[in-house]
C-alpha cells in the first residue's frame, strides 16, 4: 500500500495550520477573500495571478503537475510569499481533498474560484470537479463548530470501551485465504449463496450496513468496518450483534461500538492530531491506521490491504439506482426521494449502463481516487450490474471463490494491552480542575471590570486582582500546553468561535481595559462549557465500567450530539435586544415538542432532522434537514430580493423561520450593513435547536431576535419597536419566510400578525 496519501495530506495540514495561526496572530480583515485559481505551473503564470490579489485575501494556486515536483519549485521560488498554498493536480496528488481541508479549515464566507482558458479538456474537467468540491465544503457551514466537538466527545464517550472491551491487533502476515467486502448496495442479495457455500474459505468483511443484511440471513461476518461518528440511526433500526471484530474508529457512536466485544481501533484522522496525542497518552497507540474517508468502502479497503490479503474482493458495492428504486439492500427510495437530483448515467461492471446520483458518484470518484495510491495489489470486483470502479478488475464471486480459496480461512487477531480505568478517574480530575481555573479567571475579570467601572475599588485592590488574574491565567496554559492534549483542541474550536463573532477582536494591546476583560471572560466561559461537556462524557464513562453496563437507555445517554456552549451562546446573544426572550431560553421552560415536531439525527449526515406534525401528531406538514445548505439559501433569498427590488438603504427584512436560520446568516454575508429581524415562530423548537448548532455567533451583535410565545408579554413591543424605527428611516420592510414551511397554517396565522404589527407600528 502506498503512504502517499497519508503523507501528503499531512504536510499539507502544516502549511494550513501554519497559515491559519498566523492570521489568528494578525489583525483579520472583516471580510477577507479566498482566491481560487487553476492555471500555469510556471513562475510567471503565478507572479500575474498574486499581483492581482489583495494583500489580506488568501490564494490557493493550483496548476497541472504531472511529475509530482511542480509544487516544491514553487515554495522554494517564492520563499517568502505570504498568505498562499500551492497544490498541484495530477491523479496521484489527491487535489480536490486538499481544496476540500483549505475551504473547510479556512471557513471564508466568500470564496472566488478562476481558471486559464488555456487549460486542454480534461483539465477543464478536472476544474469542474474542483469547483464541485469547493460547493459541497462550503455547504452545511452552520454545524462545522458542533462537527469539531462532536469528535472529541464521541471519543471521550467510547472511554469505557477503551478500557473494558477485548482491544485487538493485527497479524501482518500474508493471509493465503482472500478477502470479500461487502457492501450494502441492492446485489448484495444475489451473492448470499455464493457467500454460504464459501463461507469457510473467505473471509467476510461488512461494511456498515450490509452487517443487518448478513445477519439477517444467517451469516455472520468475520470482521465489521465502521467509522461513522453518527451511525448510530441505522443500528437503531436493528439489534443484531456478533462475537466478531468491530474495527472502529475512535469516534465511532457508542450505540455501535457497545454492541460487539472485541474491537480493532483505529486512529483518528490526521486532522485530529490532538485527539490522537490524547488516545497515546491513555496508551492507546498501537491503532491501526487505516485511512479515514468519504466511504467506509474505503476504510475496509485499507484494513484488508494492512491485514496483508493477498486477493480481496468487493461485493454489494453498486453506487447506483436500480430500476425499482432500490439503493441499498434493505431500502428502496421513491422518486420523489431523488427526484429533483440530476441522475448520471454510467457504464457497469458488465458493459452495461446504469442510473446514479450525484452523491454515490462522489463516492466512486473517492474509492477510484483511493485506489489509483494502491502499487502492490490488485483489488477486484464482483459487484453484479454495479457501476464499474476504475482501478478494480471484474470477475464473478464464484469464480473468485473457486481460483482463490485454496485453504480454510484463520483467525488472525491478537489482544492488546486496554488502559486502565484509573487513567478515566485522573483525566476528570484534571478536567475538573481547568473548570474550576477557568471559572477563577471569568471571576476575577468580572471583580476587575466591576472595580474599574466603580469609584471604591483602591488601586491596591486593582493590582491584586490583576495578581490573581495572571496567576489564573498562567496555571491555565501550564495546564493546557503540558497536560491535557486535549484542552488544546477545545481552545482551538473557542478561537474559531470568537473569530467568527462580529465585533469581537482578539487584540489586547489595542483594546481599552474593560473590553479586553470581556473578551477574556468570553473565552473562558466557552472554554468552561465545553470543557464541562466533555467532563459529563468522561464521568459518564467512569460510571459505565463501575455499573458494568453496556446497554439500553443509558447508551442513550453516551450519544453526545448536545453541547451546552452552543446553547449558552445562543443565549447571551439573544439577551442583547430581548432579556425576556433570553430568561425563558435560559431557564428552559418549554413543553416537549414531540407533539408537534419529529427530531431525530440523521444517520447519513450529522445534522437533525425536523418534521413538523399537525394537530394529531401525524400529518408532515413540512420536513427539512438542519444542513444550512449555503446554495438553497442563498438561492431562495437572493430570489425573493430580487423580485422585491431590495437595495441596503431603502429596506429592511423581517425573516420569519422556523429553525433554520441559514437565510439570516447568508442575507448579512451578502448585505453586512443590511437591516434585518428575525422572528422565530415555535420558540420550543428553537430551545431544542441551540443544543446542537451554532448559530448566532454569525450575526451582527444588533440583531433582533423576536419570538412568539404566550408567557411573552413583550413580544409585540419586542416587534414594534424595531418596526417603528425603520418606519421612521423610510425603510420598507419585507417578510421572508422560509420556503420550506410557508404554507404551514400557523406559520401562515404568524405572517398576518407581522402584516398587522407593521401597520399599525
Known sequence: MNNDYTHIMTAFYKRLKL???????????????????????????????????????ILLYLFPDNSGRGEDKLYKAFPGAGKILFIGVSDRTYFCDRVSMAVTLLEHSSVEFSINTSLDASDRARASVINGEIDKAQKNYLFAHRDKSLSLALVLANAAAFCRKKSLGISTARKRFPAVICGAGPSLHHELDTLKKYYQKIFIIATGHSFKTLMSNGITPDAVVEIDPVSRWNWIQHDYSADVPLVAAPNLSPTVVNRFKRIVWGRCSALESTINAFLDQLGLANGVNFILLKTVTISALDFALKCRFENITLIGNDLSIK????????????????????????????????LTTPHFKDLKDKIEEYLRGIDNAVIHNSTTGGASIAGTVFIPLEEFCDRFCQRDKEDFFRELPRPAPEMLEN???????????????????????????GTSTSADKLKQYQKQLADALGREHIMRTKSLPILEKIQSQTCDLLNEMPGVKECPNASPPVKHLENIILRYSIMQDLTSDHLNKVNKSIAQIKESCFDGDYLESLEPYKFSAFRRLAVDFIRKNNSEYAKMLEENTFGNINGQFSFFMQSFQRHPRITRLDEHGKTHLWTYTLDMQKDFAADKLRTFLMDNTYNLDDYAVIFLVPADWSGVVKFYQMYPRGEAMVFDPFPELFSEIINYCLITPQLPPETVVAAWHPELRRREKICQRTVARWKREGRKILIYTHPLAIADPEVVSHRETLERLIETA
Open 19 to 57: 497559515l491559519i495561526n498566523t492570521q489568528e496572530k494578525a489583525v483579520i480583515p472583516e471580510y477577507p477573500q479566498l482566491k481560487i485559481y487553476f492555471g500555469e505551473g510556471t513562475q510567471e503564470a503565478f507572479t500575474r495571478v498574486r499581483n492581482n490579489t489583495l494583500p489580506d485575501d
Open 323 to 354: 430500476a425499482d428504486g432500490a439503493t441499498h439492500a434493505d431500502t428502496t427510495m421513491s422518486k420523489e426521494t431523488f427526484g429533483n437530483e440530476p441522475l448520471i448515467e454510467l457504464l457497469t461492471n458488465e458493459g452495461g449502463k446504469v
Open 427 to 453: 483525566l476528570s480530575n484534571l478536567l475538573e480542575e481547568y473548570v474550576s481555573i477557568s471559572k477563577s479567571i471569568i471571576n476575577t475579570s468580572r471583580a476587575m471590570i466591576s472595580g474599574l467601572n
